[in-house]
């Protein structure tokens, strides 16, 4: 069973939690850097990204965090998310983990009062996805190793690499565990390339 | 189609803030030190419960002016207190485009009988509550996301955990009766029938619900997600205690580490002087503000 960790430090963190166990995977709380040992991958939910900043520094989670994306493991931000993976942040002078090549804009759909739900075209889902965008950021630009997943007026809404995806909007709201799905699809199957441990095949 | 205003995206918000701490502020000043320690949100308004308390008169909506400041000083979502059924501050505090609106006991009520119907305004609102009834009303005229009431600006933690235990207590009941007894649970609590069967359906609430009200160290924060709270409103504790930095930073952390009992015990370390609390017995019952609102 794959083994996801869900960043808890705030935020959307057990619909996120309910999400992996609905499509079969485990779902782990991290609080701390030791949370992130022998995990597949990492989601970083919505929630207020200043917040989730103030906690990651005080608790030593910065380096880990930025270690475990240069493990190669899939990492998969929504919202603050999405802001806490982005390379760099608009009208700010410094990115928080800085790994996902975008650069994010805070807030730019406007506040809460703009606040909306709209059915998107996701490349790689068929059918459009209910998204609820809140107080929401989305992709400014993108660099060369990422794939546009969906745009809403004009704006980029999703994104991939090959380790990372990100989203402006909480598929975590809903009920619809495609994206979670697609998230977990990241992961590289056990089957097939994984070697035995023991060091005695490595002498043959 | 973008729909705006929705259930989905008024209650998504709240649900953003789960696991943070919502701090009163009366100027810019103040919603930095908040932001910077920390708050997923603050609450702009022109005193602090615990001054509305001691100054006594009528409590209003804050000038526009202060909640227009704190907005601009931020980038966290900034929340605003209404009276309890006024609806043209309500009105005026959507048009001002704040993120929440709290329809709020803190302030002195406007309408005796009537809360607002939250339902017909597209910025979602906060409401209190003391028991599953009032739960259930508040979400019946649409409010988005709820706060157990406690005895504002005491920085006594009695009441908030009084509230919340009955909250929780009613919950559990719901959740453990058969269905041909819900009925009459809905005419006992003065709560519909289709709330029930929703709360019963989930095993909680079907919004999220912070604790507020007596909130005023570290430990306060931690007994009430402890007990079961999303997450906390802190009013007068922070703001009016001796060093406000340290104690939002602390009720932050120990928020969010609720159950590590050691780093609770460092956080709350060399913090100064809480605020002073005052002994719930000591309020005559008229000046009880749990008591508004129905």
Redesign the interface.
């Known amino acids: 069973m794959k083994r996801v960790g869900v960043l808890a430090l705030q935020g959307a963190v057990r619909e996120h939690a309910q999400s992996l166990e609905a499509c079969g995977a485990k779902a782990v709380l991290v609080k701390w850097p030791s949370d992130l040992e022998d995990l597949d991958a990492l989601i970083l939910p919505g929630g207020e990204s200043t917040t989730m900043r103030r906690l990651i520094d005080r608790y030593g989670l910065i380096d880990p965090l930025r270690k475990f994306a240069e493990s190669g493991k899939p990492m998969f931000g929504t919202c603050a998310g999405l802001i806490l993976l982005a390379k760099e942040i608009a009208g700010y002078p410094e990115a928080h983990l800085g790994v996902m090549d975008i650069i994010v804009e805070r807030n730019s759909f406007g506040r809460q009062a703009e606040s909306f739900e709209a059915p998107l075209s996701i490349k790689g889902i068929e059918t459009p996805f209910e998204a609820v965008f809140i107080r929401a950021p989305h992709i400014v630009s993108a660099g060369p190793g990422i794939e546009v997943l969906s745009e809403h007026g004009g704006k980029i809404v999703m994104a991939r690499s090959s380790q990372f995806l990100g989203c402006s909007f909480h598929p975590e709201l809903t009920d619809d565990h495609r994206i979670t799905a697609y998230f977990l699809s990241m992961i590289p199957s056990e089957t097939g390339i994984s070697l035995p441990k023991s060091s005695v095949y490595s002498k043959v | 189609?973008?729909?705006?205003?929705?259930d989905?995206?008024k209650r998504?918000?709240a649900?953003?803030?789960?696991?943070?701490v919502i701090m009163d502020v009366v100027n810019a000043e103040q919603a930095r030190i908040a932001?910077?320690?920390?708050?997923?949100?603050v609450m702009a308004l022109e005193r602090v419960p615990s001054d509305i308390r001691r100054d006594g008169g009528v409590a209003r909506m804050a000038d526009p002016r202060i909640t227009e400041e704190v907005m601009k000083a931020v980038?966290?979502?900034v929340m605003a207190k209404a009276r309890i059924g006024h609806i043209v501050e309500a009105r005026v505090l959507?048009a001002m485009?704040?993120?929440?609106i709290d329809e709020s006991e803190v302030l002195t009520p406007a309408d005796e009988e009537f809360h607002l119907l939250k339902d017909a305004y597209?910025?979602?609102f906060v409401c209190g509550c003391r028991n599953l009834g009032e739960a259930a009303r508040r979400i019946g005229e649409g409010a988005s996301m709820l706060r157990t009431k406690g005895e504002p600006g005491t920085g006594n933690i009695v009441e908030a955990v009084r509230h919340l235990r009955q909250v929780n207590a009613e919950v559990r009941k719901v959740v453990t009766l058969s269905d041909d007894e819900l009925m009459t649970e809905a005419r006992n609590l003065g709560a519909s029938y289709e709330f029930l069967k929703e709360v019963k359906r989930l095993g909680r609430l079907p919004v999220v619900n912070f604790a507020a009200g007596g909130v005023a160290t570290p430990a306060d924060a931690a007994l009430m997600m402890e007990l079961g709270a999303d997450g906390v409103f802190v009013g007068s504790g922070i703001f009016k205690s001796e060093h406000p930095e340290r104690f939002a930073r602390a009720i932050?952390?120990a928020t969010?580490?609720y159950q590590d009992y050691k780093l609770i015990a460092e956080l709350s370390k060399d913090l100064g002087i809480a605020m002073k609390g005052i002994e719930i017995s000591t309020i005559a019952a008229g000046e009880r503000m749990q008591e508004r609102g129905w």
Do not use: L
């Not at chain 2, 189609?1 to 929705?6: F, L, Q």
């Open positions: 189609m973008s729909k705006y205003g929705t989905r995206v998504g918000m649900e953003m803030q789960k696991g943070g932001e910077a320690a920390g708050a997923t949100a980038s966290i979502p959507e485009g704040v993120d929440y597209t910025v979602p932050v952390e969010t580490h």
